[in-house]
């Protein structure tokens, strides 16, 4: 299979990136092009709503690459050139301004757009969305000592917003219907020390949805109605700045108009080959062909890019780790790998009262996924740990004087790499 001639990159976060990073060490040395919607270098996400939105970081620092990176890895980054049509059956793409650019293979790295609430007045501009360098600026002139924020959505941006919020002394109301978010991914025990962690820092956790948004026209006040069946009791919080985190939708306007198959993300098969053999899928908004979630995390999309450019060069793919993410919030990290809900049964490991602690899922005698706060070295030991797929003894993982290293040394025989998973 000979490579292509040229690549186009639609998108610029950092699943896009990666691709294009990885396409060049391995040995492409075609033209590569790079459309950003936006202007200026691309940069990093997980920091909006931590460093940047503290005043702590400026753009210049979270930056994916320097400037002299898309110069040496002869990346031509198109900034501020939006792409408003794919042509894989004639090989280009079609520029906003409708100019048509040749492309042999195209990579979609679109992402994601913040959902709105979808209840009446969520949409308004009053109601702060942080997705963008833009987003977090806006928002971060918002949070003033004092000033009443109310977060909808207690999910992974919406507890490190809150966080932040209280940090920097505003008055902080966090709504979710969910009694405990994310328990689901993490385990009933490190979602409810984090969740908990919230009121003890001042932050005030009503569990009800939201009914209606309600921002007057001219007033400063945005007053969110909140549902009756729960414990919010059909409250009505008033607050200077409201903020929804509840999630993103995948932007698959491109892939859809092209034709390609689109089922909650663009679906993508081993190596990110969409239904088009010359168009592949990364980051937030593919969704691997069998697999019923998309895993909307950094790691996930650095891994996808890397991927893509196994399957643009026709390479043999290397074996699919566990996922893993982190969050941090309050001073401490939450890190996870696998997810719970695959778990038939979990060890824990250190007191959940003792502020530091890790819950290891199992199924049969496989550890599946592991849960951790400020634990980083029991998160690296039990990723590697997944990947191996080696069996296990819950006595050894939970007994806090054995590390974790120590399983993996007894598993020095068996395969490097999670046999049976399944590739990118």
């Known amino acids: 299979m000979s490579p292509p001639r040229s690549v186009a990159v639609v998108g610029a976060g950092l699943a896009a990136v990666s691709a294009c990073d990885a396409l060049r060490a391995q040995g492409y040395d075609g033209e590569l092009v790079l459309y950003s919607a936006e202007r200026g270098l691309p940069y990093d996400r997980p920091p909006l709503s931590k460093d940047v939105l503290l005043g702590e970081a400026r753009r210049d620092d979270v930056l994916l690459r320097p400037e002299r990176w898309y110069e040496e890895q002869r990346v031509d980054l198109r900034d501020g050139t939006p792409v408003r049509a794919i042509r894989p059956h004639e090989g280009g793409v079609e520029r906003a301004d409708g100019v048509v650019a040749g492309a042999d293979r195209v990579v979609l790295a679109t992402g994601g757009t913040p959902r709105t609430l979808p209840v009446p007045g969520g949409d308004d501009p009053a109601v702060h969305v942080l997705r963008t360098w833009q987003d977090a600026e806006r928002l971060r002139e918002r949070l003033l000592p004092r000033s009443r924020v109310t977060v909808v959505g207690a999910g992974l941006i919406g507890a490190e917003t809150a966080a932040v919020a209280v940090a920097l002394g505003c008055r902080v109301t966090l709504v979710d219907p969910v009694p405990v978010p994310l328990a ?75 034709g390609l198959r689109v089922d909650n ?160």
């Not at 009800?208 to 909140?226: C, D, F, I, S």
């Not at 059909?234 to 306007?253: E, F, Q, W, Y």
């Open 184 to 258: 689901a991914v993490v385990g009933d025990e490190i979602a409810g020390v984090l969740h908990r962690r919230h009121t003890a820092e001042g932050i005030e956790v009503i569990t009800a949805g939201v009914e209606r948004v309600e921002h007057r026209p001219g007033a400063t006040e945005v007053l969110v109605h909140l549902a009756g069946d729960g414990v919010g009791d059909g409250r009505v919080v008033a607050a200077d700045t409201v903020v929804a985190g509840i999630g993103i939708r995948p932007v698959t306007g491109l892939a859809e108009a092209a």
């Open 265 to 424: 993300g663009v679906v993508v098969h081993p190596g990110q080959r969409t239904s088009h053999p010359n168009v592949f899928a990364v980051g937030d908004v593919a969704r691997l062909d069998g697999h019923r979630v998309r895993h909307e995390h950094w790691d996930a999309a650095q891994l996808g890019g890397a991927a893509a450019a196994h399957g643009i060069l026709g390479r043999p793919l290397p074996p699919a780790g566990a996922t893993w993410f982190w969050s941090d919030r309050h001073g401490c990290r939450l890190e996870a790998v696998g997810t719970m809900a695959d778990a038939e049964r979990t060890v824990l490991r250190g007191a959940p009262d003792s502020g530091a602690f890790t819950v290891l899922g199992l199924s049969g005698d496989r550890l599946v996924a592991a849960a951790a706060v400020d634990r980083a070295r029991d998160i690296k030991a039990a990723r590697r740990i997944i990947d191996r797929d080696v069996p296990v003894d819950p006595a050894l993982l939970a007994d806090e004087g054995t590390d974790l290293r120590t399983v993996l040394k007894r598993s020095d025989t068996a395969p490097d790499a999670a046999r049976g998973r399944t590739h990118r």
